[in-house]
């Protein structure tokens, strides 16, 4: 296991709040910012560095299917000028016969795809030499051919390539809900001791599902569920998502304080 940083609370670094991060920078840990949105803006990310450590976090890499190689020397760049600790992507994929398919798809469970998978975040960790996280996304549905459960998948990822977890909580709540699973019982079978950051947002209900949609106040369930986990093995990091609806920034603030009693205090603090 690398020996990585307590960079405790941060929060996801987006344009609509940008003045009001650049002003509360003694009360965050961290930012996570977006690759994609610095391919054209070097200079910020520069900026930005100086001030907190950046994580970056890509959208594209499509680990799951295709060719990592095109999209992953533009995250290398981003990488190299944010030097962070650790950066991440999705065990997801976004492309598959050269077509671009616009939102994160989730992997088939099976044999074959572990073995691409294996194949691309191996590349990954040969071209940028940071420790590589994958986040868990939210499954509308699961493919009929999988043969493995998912949390083996992941674990079986993690064993043999060595990269580590980002670890959305509110996707796993979500999935859980969908799914007619139990989160605690997800989380229980992960490989925690690769968790090297941790996500928590809010999501809605709707047509009969929940989604996650980063646009609303977290919610108790996945407050719950950091809890448990800080009980069982605290992350470096805990990251506050927030993509859209903004409210006050002092509803921000109450979630990241509650976020870092939590990170310190476990269970104790969840209320």
């Excluded at 391919?39 to 990592?68: D, K, M, W, Y």
């Excluded at 919610?219 to 719950?224: A, D, F, N, P, V």
């Amino acid at each position: 296991m690398d020996a990585f940083p307590s960079l405790g609370v941060g929060l996801g670094y987006r344009s609509p709040i940008r003045r009001e991060i650049l002003q509360h920078v003694r009360e965050l840990g961290f930012i996570e910012v977006v690759s994609d949105s610095f391919f054209r803006n070097e200079q910020a990310l520069r900026a930005l560095s100086t001030l907190l450590p950046c994580i970056p976090h890509s959208l594209n890499l499509s680990v799951g299917a295709g060719s990592v190689n095109a999209y992953l020397e533009r995250v290398a760049r981003i990488v190299e000028i944010a030097s962070p600790p650790w950066f991440t992507d999705h065990l997801a994929f976004t492309k598959a016969g050269g077509i671009t398919i616009g939102h994160l798809a989730p992997v088939p469970h099976t044999e074959e795809s572990l073995a691409r998978v294996v194949e691309n975040v191996k590349k990954v960790q040969a071209r940028i030499g940071v420790p590589f996280g994958l986040e868990n996304i939210t499954t509308p549905f699961y493919w009929p051919e999988s043969t493995i459960e998912e949390h083996d998948f992941i674990r079986e990822v993690t064993r043999q390539t060595g990269c580590h977890l980002l670890l959305d909580l509110e996707n796993v709540r979500v999935n859980a809900a969908n799914h007619e699973r139990s989160a605690r019982d997800f989380l229980d079978k992960l490989p925690l001791e690769r968790v090297v950051q941790v996500h928590v947002a809010g999501g809605m209900h709707g047509e009969g599902l929940e989604h996650d949609t980063h646009s609303a106040p977290v919610s108790e369930e996945t407050w719950r569920l950091l809890a448990y986990l800080c009980d069982v093995r605290p992350p470096p990091g805990v990251l506050l998502e927030r993509d859209g609806a903004f409210p006050p920034f002092a509803d921000l603030l109450a979630e990241l304080r509650r976020a870092r009693g939590i990170l310190t205090g476990g269970a104790r603090h969840a209320a």
